[in-house]
Nanobody
Framework: QVQIVESGGGLVQTGGSLRLSCTASGSIFSIYAMGWYRQAPGKQRELVARFISGGVTNYADSVKGRFIVSRDNAKNTVYLQMNSLKPEDTAVYYC???????????WGQGTQVTVSS
């Protein structure tokens, strides 16, 4: 099994910054993709940012230029630096790890990010 643990969420004012961390542990045989999704109340879960094997990085259009995803491969850890936060960034942020291109995906428990106006 793979365990995913996130940290770093909280309450911040509009324009502020937060940094999320996510560490994976356990039976990690490979990492095809690792990154962040979020889910706001009443909305579907959406991709925020991720790394894909081969050096590809994807960002949601709504966070480009404001959020930066980075990683420490030795620690199986990814970070999400969130700058210039807006109220519409309020959501539960979930870290995930996908072990191969066909699936085998593991999720964290989520961390709440609330941006006040």
């Amino acid at each position: 099994q793979v365990q995913i643990v996130e940290s770093g969420g909280g309450l911040v004012q509009t324009g502020g910054s937060l940094r999320l961390s996510c560490t994976a542990s356990g039976s990690i045989f490979s990492i095809y993709a690792m990154g962040w999704y979020r889910q706001a109340p009443g909305k579907q879960r959406e991709l925020v940012a991720r790394f894909i094997s081969g050096g590809v990085t994807n960002y949601a259009d709504s966070v480009k230029g404001r959020f930066i995803v980075s990683r420490d491969n030795a620690k199986n850890t990814v970070y999400l630096q969130m700058n210039s936060l807006k109220p519409e960034d309020t959501a539960v942020y979930y870290c995930y790890l996908q072990q191969n291109a066909y699936g085998l995906t593991f999720w964290g428990q989520g961390t709440q990010v609330t941006v006040s106006s």
